[in-house]
Every structure is written in C-alpha cells, then in structure tokens.
C-alpha cells in the first residue's frame, strides 16, 4: 500500500497570499497524483491531476509540480472561496488519500 | 452530464451488514470507468473502500478485509457496496465516485450519505 503524507496539517494564511501544500509518498507515483479540495458539507472536488493538470473549471491560480515522491499544491493570490481542506490522492497503486491540509483564515 | 446518487439505510445495528446502491445517470454504467466508494468518518480524512468495473472486476482496500463486497447491476444502471460486521468505527458519511476514462481520476462524486452504526 502507497502511505502518501501531507504538510502541514494546518495552513493559516490572508485572502491574497500563497499557500503551498506538499504530499510525500511512500514510493514512486511517478505523475499519477492528483489533489482535491473540500469545504464543509460537500463532496471533494478534482483540482489538479497528473501532478499539474488543471481540472476543467479551476482558475489558473491553482497550480501543481513534482513527480517520483514529492508533489506540490501552489495556490496563488488566495481568493475567499479557496479556504477548504485540500487532499492528495494517488493511482499509481490502487488508490490511497492523504490526511489532508486544512487552509484555514 | 453523469451524476451519482447514493441510497440505503442510514442506521445500522452493530454487527449487522451496512448496504448502499449508487445509481447512475447521465451514462452507461459498462462505459470505461471505475465505479468506487469513498468514506469519510466524523472529522476525518477521506478513505477509499474500494472499485468495480462493469465488467465485474474488484479491487478492495486490504484495511476492510473480507468485509467488503462491491457489485454491479447493469439492468439497473448502478452499483452497491456492502460491508458486513460492521462497529461504530464504520460510521462515515459513503460517498460513491468514479475513476473516468481517461484521466482515471474522480472528477464526479455523489452528494454522499451518511451511515450510523449504533444500536
């Protein structure tokens, strides 16, 4: 089983700054990492996939690097809205989550 | 567009069997996808359960061991999980999704529903 790991547990952070999650696996994903946001009471939303892919509908300042074991979620200018909880999720092996980032005001 | 629709008992007793049907809509249930359950306990992260292709090939979470079986009804254009012996560690709120050709991500997602184990 992949263990994929996120940081930090918690993001705090203004409308208008950056933030940056990463997500460590186990082993070698190569690209096959993808992230998703959720806010309270609804189902996760697709965000990136293929490491930096951006999903159809989501604004350009969302953005994804890394590949092998180390990836990066990059959200520029946060805007009101991006504040949720943020997963990665791998399918290089099955499937597996990670704990999540909580960006928080 | 497809949508996905999660129904089944929202309370079930400790030791009993835990069922939900997702029905599809918007396409085919045999068009290349992986049909999938999610969990997501109270508070907690996100958990996959595990996938089915129309074809009737499973892949399952090791974690849940034999309780879990995921079927599929193309009659009826859905697909259902059951989880036996299940305790309060069950409880979460199941969502069904599925992996779309051809990114093989889960780009559509159910509203989710939300199952109790209690007595």
């Known amino acids: 089983e992949i263990v994929l790991t996120q940081s930090p547990a918690t993001l705090s952070l203004s409308p208008g700054e950056r933030a940056t999650l990463s997500c460590w696996a186990s082993?070698?994903?190569?690209?096959?990492l993808a992230w998703y946001q959720q806010k309270p009471g609804q189902a996760p939303r697709l965000v990136i996939y293929?490491?930096?892919k951006r999903a159809t509908g989501i604004p350009a300042r969302f953005s994804g690097s890394g590949s092998g074991t180390d990836f990066t979620l990059t959200i520029s200018n946060l805007e009101p809205e991006d504040f949720a909880i943020y997963y990665c999720q791998q399918r290089r092996s099955l499937v597996s989550f990670g704990g999540g980032t909580k960006v928080e005001i | 567009q497809v949508q996905l629709q999660e129904s089944g008992a929202g309370l079930v007793k400790p030791s009993g069997t835990l069922s939900l049907t997702c029905a599809v809509s918007g396409t085919s249930i045999t068009t290349s996808n992986w049909w999938t359950w999610v969990r997501q306990s109270p508070g907690k992260g996100l958990e996959w359960i595990g996938e089915i292709y129309h074809t009737a090939n499973v892949n399952y979470n090791q974690s849940l061991g034999s309780r879990v079986t995921i079927s599929v009804d193309k009659s009826k254009n859905q697909f259902s999980l059951n989880l036996n012996s299940v305790t309060a560690a069950d409880t979460a709120i199941y969502y069904c999704?599925?992996?779309?050709?051809?990114?093989?991500?889960?780009?559509?997602w159910g509203r989710g529903a939300l199952v109790t184990v209690s007595a």
């Open positions: 293929d490491a930096s």
């Open positions: 999704t599925a992996k779309r050709c051809c990114n093989w991500y889960f780009e559509v």
């Open positions: 082993q070698s994903l190569d690209s096959y």
